[in-house]
C-alpha cells in the first residue's frame, strides 16, 4: 500500500483522509460475518448507545480482538497496520483497541462531536483511527462529519457519553467544554465523505467529529475502528479518561508494548 504525498499532505491539513481500495476486498465479507457474529456474542464492554424509544439499535463493542478470533485476524493480517505506519511516518505501530459502531436503519441517535484523544489513557501525537466501512454510507446514513484542521488548534475537549448517561469523571478531565459545532463551524469547514464498502476514513486522535443518526430505510452503518499508535505514543492513566479491558502492566511515560497494546507492525 503506497499513500501519496498528496494524501498525506491532506491528512496533515485536515485531519482526516478518505482512502479507496487500499484494503483487500475480502475484509468486506469477513468483517460483515464477523460483526453480526459479535452483535449476537457482544463483550463485557459492549453498549447499546440508543436510547430514544423511537430509535433503532446503535451498537457498539470494543478490544473485541481480544477475544475474537475473526477481528484478531484483522487486526494482524489486514493492510491496516501497515496503512497507519505510512500515513504516520512511525517505525513501529501499536494496536492500542477495537471498536465497532453499528446504526441500524432509523436508528435516529446522533454520535455527539467530540475528539478522540481527550478519552483515551495515552499521550503523543501519533495516534489514528481507521474507520472501515462494510456498507455504502453517506452523511444521511449516518457517515462520519469531520470539522476541517481542528486537531492542529492545540484545543482539547472534555469527554462525552454517546449515550448520554452520566460519566461524571470525565470532568476530572479539566477541560472545557465542546463548543456548538453545527451553529458555530461554518459549512465549508465540516467534511463528510461518502463511503463505499471496502473504503476507509483516517482521522487523527484530535480531530474533532460525529455523526448524524441513520435516517436511511434500508442501509446498515456498520463501521470497524482500529485505533493504532506510533513511536512517540506513551501510556497515560490519567483522571477523566475511559475505562479500558484491563490493567495493561506498564507504568504512566511508558511505551505501550504490552499483551494489551501490542506491536503489530514493525519496520
Known amino acids: 500500500m503506497r499513500i501519496t504525498k498528496e494524501e498525506k499532505e491532506i491528512y496533515r491539513r485536515d485531519g482526516v483522509i478518505k482512502l479507496s ?3 483487500d476486498p475480502k475484509w468486506v465479507e469477513f468483517l460483515r460475518k464477523a460483526t453480526d457474529d459479535n452483535m449476537k456474542n457482544p463483550g463485557e464492554m459492549a453498549e447499546e448507545y440508543a436510547k430514544a424509544e423511537n ?3 446503535f451498537f457498539g463493542d470494543q478490544f473485541i480482538w481480544t477475544r475474537n478470533e475473526d477481528f484478531r485476524k484483522f487486526v494482524f493480517e489486514s493492510e491496516a497496520a501497515e496503512i497507519a505506519a505510512e500515513l504516520m511516518g512511525s517505525s513501529k505501530i501499536n494496536m492500542f483497541f477495537d471498536h465497532l459502531l453499528v446504526k441500524e436503519p432509523g436508528s435516529v441517535e446522533a454520535t455527539p462531536w467530540h475528539q478522540d484523544g481527550p478519552y483515551w489513557k495515552i499521550k503523543g501525537e501519533q495516534i489514528c483511527s481507521i474507520w472501515f466501512a462494510m456498507d455504502e454510507v453517506t452523511e444521511e446514513s449516518g457517515g462520519v462529519r469531520y470539522v476541517k484542521g481542528s486537531h492542529n488548534t492545540g484545543i482539547r475537549y472534555r469527554p462525552q457519553s454517546f449515550s448520554g448517561s452520566g460519566h461524571a469523571e470525565y470532568d ?3 477541560l472545557e467544554t465542546m463548543p456548538d459545532i453545527d451553529a458555530t463551524v461554518p459549512d465549508d469547514q465540516i467534511i463528510c465523505y461518502d463511503l463505499l464498502p471496502g473504503d476507509c476514513l483516517i482521522h487523527h486522535a484530535n480531530t474533532i467529529h460525529g455523526a448524524k443518526g441513520n ?3 434500508g442501509l446498515r452503518r456498520r463501521g470497524y475502528a482500529t485505533r493504532w499508535t506510533g513511536d512517540d505514543v506513551v501510556y497515560d492513566p490519567r483522571k477523566g479518561t475511559t475505562d479500558i479491558l484491563r490493567d495493561p502492566g506498564i507504568k504512566q511515560g ?5 499483551d494489551l497494546f501490542p506491536v503489530v507492525w514493525k519496520k
Open 21 to 23: 481500495g487500499a484494503f
Open 215 to 217: 435516517k436511511s430505510s
Open 55 to 57: 430509535s433503532t439499535r
Open 254 to 258: 511508558d511505551p505501550l508494548d504490552s
Open 172 to 174: 476530572e478531565a479539566g
